[in-house]
């Protein structure tokens, strides 16, 4: 495996390039040179990296939504009514699964599709088949920063195409949009080419332009234990770090316990923050995403609402920099316009009613953030040593060995040996822990806490109250208490 944690050179990065930008027509709109002087003349008030600082200096929490259409003028008219009518912050292109899939030529299909059937057929905009100058259109055309979502193990056209049109985030990274999205990518491929990403982003930053970057925290947002997401935004952040990022946004999904919710948010930062200072990264911004629940929704509006609110109010109390907000829709599918407008004004409502308020700390909160940190820390450490020091290396090892393994990851590269389910208290616990090398007592402490689920429940500890958990919330409870 020749993978390394290495900064590419100019000369990799540039050999490299080539045959990127001639995966599609579009590629050739790309000119970098051109790119850094168009993306040196964004205002500072569309520049996503600098209103995450902001935010995070004022300790004000952003709310953005995802969203994402077929076809330019909707696409435009969609953002910009999530931003008047819907009160955004930062504004998402939610872009198509084929386009993830690189499957350009079926969203041409669909492109054509959309234009004759007056509405979109695609799940998401098509950034790579609009090109720059579809995508410059867009960002020209709204009053926000912009950022690309969406979940593409090979993203490199995409990060290409969308940076030199002035949108200036792109989520994802070599684990997050691999293990959640893809069947059969190597992790070893997918870290090359988020570290092509990345050093696109580290070429533009070494220009003076500042850009942001934000690993997807919730992965397969089932039941996720927060120690198991926070480790693999800590390796994305490291990796990035190491190409030259300077602003990164660190994610994690609301798993609805509220102590251990804010736990996660907090340790995440702050054990990022270590991580980057430990390898010498000391210049890197970092932000907090917090996703509204990921899970399954009930399909009753109002009661999506109090899904919604929850979620708020968990990033506002966390001080999470920003959250990611679902919509009355999430039971349904894609949203309209208004109802996705409506998720954002029901999250600002109680962010602003939050304003200033965080949960304090308690002996609770103190034990849960202390947790998820040891459990974090003897991931990264047996990745760094399997890896022989180096972290890519030792995150390829780490995933052939289950060192972290990911719930219910569709990808045949993740082991599938841990599997979770809440305790009594609805905090997400590790219920088979496969090969992630946890110290005894922290498997003892994952073990207590569901055996006082079980007694509670009058029930074994085992895999029913995994599948309980999953159907829990859509049917509107937290635990899926036995019926
Ligand atoms: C990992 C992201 C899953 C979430 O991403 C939402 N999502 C996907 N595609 C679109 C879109 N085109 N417009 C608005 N929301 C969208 C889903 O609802 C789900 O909540």
Redesign the pocket.
């Known amino acids: 495996m020749n993978l390394k944690n290495k900064k590419l050179t100019d000369e990799q990065f540039f050999s490299l390039r080539e045959e990127v930008l001639s995966q599609w027509p579009t590629g050739k709109e790309v000119d970098l040179q051109e790119a850094v002087d168009y993306l040196k003349q964004v205002p500072e008030e569309k520049n996503f990296a600098i209103k995450l600082e902001k935010a995070k200096k004022e300790g004000v929490t952003l709310a953005q939504?995802?969203?994402?259409?077929a076809l330019i003028d909707e696409h435009i008219e969609?953002l910009n009514y999530l931003d008047k009518e819907g009160g955004a912050d930062l504004l998402?292109s939610?872009i198509?699964s084929y386009t993830r899939q690189n499957r350009y030529n079926e969203c041409q299909v669909g492109i054509d599709e959309s234009i004759k059937a007056g509405r979109?057929l695609?799940?998401?905009?098509p950034g790579v088949n609009h090109g720059v100058k579809g995508c410059r259109k867009v960002f020209e055309s709204v009053n926000l920063p912009l950022q690309a979502?969406h979940?593409t193990p090979d993203s490199r056209l995409l990060a290409e195409i969308i940076h030199a049109s002035g949108w200036t985030s792109n989520e994802g990274g070599g684990i997050s949009y691999n293990i959640?999205y893809a069947k059969a990518v190597s992790v070893e491929k997918t870290l090359r080419d988020w570290q092509y990403c990345d050093r696109l982003v580290g070429f533009y930053e070494e220009q003076g332009i500042k850009i942001n970057r934000e690993p997807?925290g919730?992965l397969t947002?089932t039941l996720v234990p927060p120690s198991t997401s926070n480790v693999v935004a800590i390796i994305e952040a490291l990796l990035a770090a190491e190409q030259g990022v300077k602003s990164i946004t660190v994610g994690y999904g609301q798993c609805g316990n509220l102590i251990q919710d804010v736990a996660a948010i907090r340790a995440l930062e702050e054990q990022t923050e270590q991580y980057l200072k430990k390898y010498g990264y000391n210049d890197v911004v970092v932000t907090t995403v917090f996703?509204q629940w990921?899970g399954g929704?009930p399909e009753d509006e109002s009661k999506a609402f109090g899904v919604i609110s929850l979620g708020a109010s968990t990033a506002a109390l966390a001080g999470a920099t920003k959250v990611?907000v679902?919509?009355p829709?999430?039971a349904i599918?894609?949203?309209t316009k208004e109802a996705?407008a409506s998720g954002i004004k029901a999250t600002k409502m109680a962010i602003n009613l939050l304003e200033g308020q965080r949960l304090a700390m308690s002996k609770e909160l103190e034990l849960e953030i202390n947790v998820i940190k040891a459990e974090t820390k003897c991931m990264l450490d047996k990745i760094f040593e399997i890896g022989g020091g180096d972290l890519a290396i030792g995150t390829v090892k780490a995933f052939e060995q289950g060192v972290v393994d990911i719930p219910f990851g569709p990808s045949k590269y993740n082991l599938g040996k841990m599997m979770p389910a809440r305790d009594n208290n609805g905090a997400v616990r590790y219920l088979m822990t496969g090969n992630i090398p946890f110290s005894k007592e922290l498997l003892d402490f994952n073990r207590e806490r569901l055996e006082e689920r079980g007694k509670y429940e009058g029930r074994e500890v085992d895999f029913q109250m995994t599948v309980d958990d999953i159907f829990a919330v859509g049917k509107g409870k937290l635990i899926g208490r036995p019926e």
């Open positions: 939504p995802r969203a994402g259409v969609l998402p939610t198509d979109s695609l799940n998401g905009f979502r979940g959640p997807f919730p947002g996703h990921m929704f990611i679902k919509t829709h999430e599918g894609i949203p996705n």
